[in-house]
Each structure stands twice: as structure tokens, then as C-alpha cells.
């Protein structure tokens, strides 16, 4: 799923992947609300029932970047297909549970900062949408889905210098990063 504007923003990378699979943007990020997604890409592997069997994981299913991030895709994307196929890699519930990261007051303020902010933007407000996408960014400095997320409509290139000035702030983390073999030696 990608969390972007609007379909033509990934309609590229998704033709040239050439999916068996539905892709979806989810223009709104009622995914990244849902699921309190703080950084991109974020997997979460939920089964048929619709139980969380393994909580947010910051992964790659490509190594296009693992030069920016240290990170290789093959040993996560075994993970995953060991899961699809035997269910091997599933943790309980209590770990799951322990492992969430629950929204704060702060974050839910910069959401709905970020949710105003986008509807303004819609409504051709742009200065007020950005007042409001400036109050998320400081509620919530650390969630990317929010400061990145918001760049492309602001005018900002997410993989430009706005982007990296981002990231020497450092990126967030996940709790499940410490247990997945996915770093460079």
C-alpha cells in the first residue's frame, strides 16, 4: 500500500513492478492511522483472521537503497515467505502486544493537525493547510508518515534536501527492528 497523494504519484513504480496483486494508495493514510505507522515503508503482518502476527517493522522489499538505510531485503523477504507458506515466523500475542507502539496525545494531535492540514490543502487554503502541517510536524517530529509524507503537497521533494535534512535528525524506530535479521554486517 502506498501512502502518497494520489494514484499518478506511484502509478511508475507500481507498472514497473508489475504486481499479481492489487496495489492500493491510500490518498487519506487511514492505513497509517489505523495502524500507527510512523515511517515508510512499514511492514505489519496481519493472516486471514485479521490478527497482527508480527507488529511494525521498518523493511525493504528491494535493496535500491540499502546503500542510504544498511539494510538488505533478502534475509526480511525469507521471513515473509516462510510466514506465507508454513506460518513460521508468527509471534504470539503477548509479544505482538508488547512489541505495538500505541499513538501518545502529542501523535494523535498531529494527526488531526495533518488531517486538517490536508483537507485545507484540498480547499485551496494553502497557507492555512501549511500553519497546520507546521503544528504537526513539531507535535510529532518523529513520525514520518506525517513530515515526509506531507512534503510532496507542500511543494518539498520527499527524496530531496528537505529529506535529508530529516534524516541526520535520525529516523524513528521500531521495536521489531532489534529482532529481524535485515542489517549489514
Known sequence: ???DRCDD???E????AAPTHPSVIDTEHLVAEL???VNV????WIDEQGRICRPHDSQFGTDIFTAFHGKLSEP???MLRAWVRTGEGALPMDEVDALRIEPDAASQLARAERA???WLHGQQRGEAAERHFVR???LAPSDWTIRRGSMPIRGKDPFGPEFFALAEEGKPDYPMEALTPTRKD
Open 116 to 118: 486538517l492540514a490536508w
Open 41 to 44: 515503508p512499514t511492514m505489519i
Open 9 to 11: 504519484d506511484v502509478r
Open 35 to 37: 495502524y500507527h505507522v
Open 76 to 78: 526480511y523477504l525469507d
Open 136 to 138: 504537526a510536524d513539531e
Open 13 to 16: 513504480f507500481i507498472e514497473r
Open 1 to 3: 500500500m502506498a501512502l
